[in-house]
C-alpha cells in the first residue's frame, strides 16, 4: 500500500502526462517539495499561455524571474516574479495572457518614485496590484478588473517606484497589507 506522500507524486505524475498528451501546458519544474499537503513552495512559474487572438507583434517569450518575499505581521510570503523593467515589457505587461501562476507575479520596476496608473486593456486575468516605493514599502493594494480600459485608471494612493500584480486576491488571502515591507531582487534595486 503506498503511503499519502507516494500517492500524492503518483497523482501529479499521471495529470502531467495527461496534460502532456493532450497537448496542455505543463510547468517546466512542476513544485514536489510539499506534496504532503503543507503550503506549496515559491517555484518555477509556468511558461506564459497567451489568448488566440494575442496580435501579431507581442511578445510571447517568458521574463526573467526572480523570488520576491513581503514580510507581513503573519511571516513572510514568497512569490516568483517576472521582471518587467524596459518600456516595452512594462507597457505589454500581462496583457493576453490566459492565466497566471498561484505564487506568480509581474514585478513593473520604474526608474524613480513617482504616481503610476495601471488599466487592464486586453488584460484577461482578474488581478490585484501593490504599489511599492522605493524603501520597499507597500503604499497602495487595489483589486482590477479584467479589461476595464475605462478612466479613471488605478492610479497609486502614494507615489512608487514599483507594482507587484498577482492573482486577484492573492494578497488578501496572504494577510499582505499597506505598510507591509517587500524584499525587492537585487537585479532592480
Do not use: H
Not at 489568448?51 to 507581513?72: D, I, K
Not at 513617482?114 to 516605493?133: C, K
Not at 517587500?182 to 537585479?187: A, F, G, H, K, R
Amino acid at each position: 500500500m503506498r503511503g499519502p506522500r507516494e500517492q500524492t507524486l503518483a497523482a501529479l505524475l499521471f495529470a502531467l502526462l495527461v496534460l502532456a498528451g493532450c497537448g496542455g501546458t505543463v510547468p517546466a519544474e512542476p513544485d514536489l517539495t510539499e506534496a504532503t499537503g503543507g503550503e506549496r513552495a515559491a517555484g518555477a512559474c509556468e511558461r506564459p499561455r497567451f489568448s488566440e487572438q494575442t496580435p501579431e507583434g507581442v511578445s510571447r517569450e517568458p521574463l526573467p524571474v526572480e523570488p520576491v518575499t513581503v514580510r507581513t505581521s503573519d511571516g513572510p510570503v514568497e512569490l516568483r516574479a517576472e521582471i518587467a523593467d524596459t518600456d516595452a515589457t512594462r507597457a505589454q505587461g500581462l496583457m493576453f495572457r490566459e492565466s497566471l501562476g498561484e505564487r506568480c507575479g509581474m514585478l513593473f520596476v520604474y526608474p524613480s518614485e513617482r504616481e503610476l496608473s495601471f488599466w487592464m486593456r486586453n488584460t484577461l486575468i482578474p488581478l490585484s496590484i501593490a504599489y511599492i516605493d522605493s524603501e520597499g514599502r507597500i503604499v497602495d493594494l487595489q483589486d482590477m478588473e479584467p479589461l476595464d480600459d475605462e478612466p479613471p485608471n488605478y492610479a497609486s494612493a502614494e507615489p512608487a517606484q514599483y507594482a507587484l500584480e498577482v492573482n486577484e486576491g492573492f494578497f488578501r488571502e496572504n494577510g499582505v497589507r499597506v505598510g507591509d515591507r517587500v524584499e525587492l531582487p537585487d537585479s532592480v534595486r
